[in-house]
C-alpha cells in the first residue's frame, strides 16, 4: 500500500503563487496531481511518466509545472498566476505500473492523498 501526503495548500490573492508537494511511502512510477472545484467533477492537472514526460491540463500550461524532487517519491506542482478559477482541492495521485507516454485524457491512478485546498481571491 502507498500514502500520499499532500502539502502547501494556501490562500493567495490573484496573480501569487504557491508550491504544493506530495509525498509517497512506498514505490511509485507515474504521479499525477488532480484538482476537484466545489461542486464540480474532478480534472487531471498535470502529470510525470518514468520518462519526465509531462502533460497538462490546457488551461494550466505555461502557468503551471509539475516536477519530482531528488527523493523520487516526492512530487511537487509550482503554480504561477493563480486564478480565482484555480480554486479548488488538489489531489496528488500515484500508479503502481509506469506509462511510457500519454494517451488521450487522463490515465488511471491506483493511490491518492488526502488532497489539500487551495484558494484564489479576486
Known amino acids: 500500500q502507498v500514502h500520499l501526503v499532500e502539502s502547501g495548500g494556501g490562500s493567495v490573492q490573484a496573480g501569487g503563487s504557491l508550491r504544493l508537494s506530495c509525498a509517497a511511502s512506498?514505490?511509485?512510477?507515474?504521479m499525477g496531481w488532480f484538482r476537484r472545484p466545489l461542486g464540480k467533477e474532478r480534472e487531471g492537472v498535470a502529470a510525470?511518466?518514468?520518462?519526465?514526460?509531462?502533460k497538462y491540463e490546457d488551461s494550466v500550461k505555461g502557468r503551471f509545472t509539475i516536477s519530482k524532487g531528488d527523493a523520487k517519491n516526492t512530487l511537487y506542482l509550482h503554480m504561477n498566476g493563480l486564478q480565482p478559477e484555480d480554486t479548488a482541492m488538489y489531489y496528488c495521485?500515484?500508479?503502481?505500473?509506469?506509462?511510457?507516454?500519454w494517451g488521450p485524457g487522463w490515465p488511471d491512478f491506483d493511490y491518492w492523498g488526502q488532497g489539500t485546498q487551495v484558494t484564489v481571491s479576486s
Open positions: 512506498g514505490s511509485t512510477c507515474t
Open positions: 495521485a500515484a500508479r503502481r505500473a509506469c506509462l511510457l507516454g
Open positions: 510525470i511518466d518514468l520518462n519526465g514526460s509531462l
